[in-house]
């Protein structure tokens, strides 16, 4: 099994920064694409920016410019650093591990963390 730790989520005044970061611990194999997602309350889950093994990344249009998604492969850790934060951006924030082995590929979920942005 393999273990996620967020932190980083919290308060924010509209415009300001917040890091996320996001730790994988565990019986890991081996990362390949690692990813962030986030649900604001009464809306579905949405993709938010993602990295792949290589260092490729792709974000949602709303994020991008704002959001940098970067990964420390040494530490198995993700971050997803937030500009320009907007209350629309309000949300509990999920990191995704793709673990992948000699017998298939495995999403590890984290455990949320929130992000409120003030107007």
């Known amino acids: 099994q393999v273990q996620l730790v967020e932190s980083g989520g919290g308060l924010v005044q509209a415009g300001g920064s917040l890091r996320l970061s996001c730790a994988a611990s565990?019986?890991?194999?081996?990362?390949?694409?690692m990813h962030w997602y986030r649900q604001a309350p009464g809306k579905q889950r949405e993709l938010v920016a993602a990295i792949t093994s290589g260092g490729s990344t792709d974000y949602a249009d709303s994020v991008k410019g704002r959001f940098t998604i970067s990964r420390d492969n040494a530490k198995n850790t993700v971050y997803l650093q937030m500009n320009s934060l907007k209350p629309e951006d309000t949300a509990v924030y999920f990191c995704?591990?793709?673990?992948?082995?000699?017998?298939?590929?495995?999403?590890?979920w984290g455990q949320g963390t929130q992000v409120t942005v003030s107007s």
């Open positions: 565990g019986s890991i194999f081996s990362i390949n694409a």
């Open positions: 995704v591990v793709e673990d992948g082995s000699p017998w298939g590929v495995k999403d590890y």
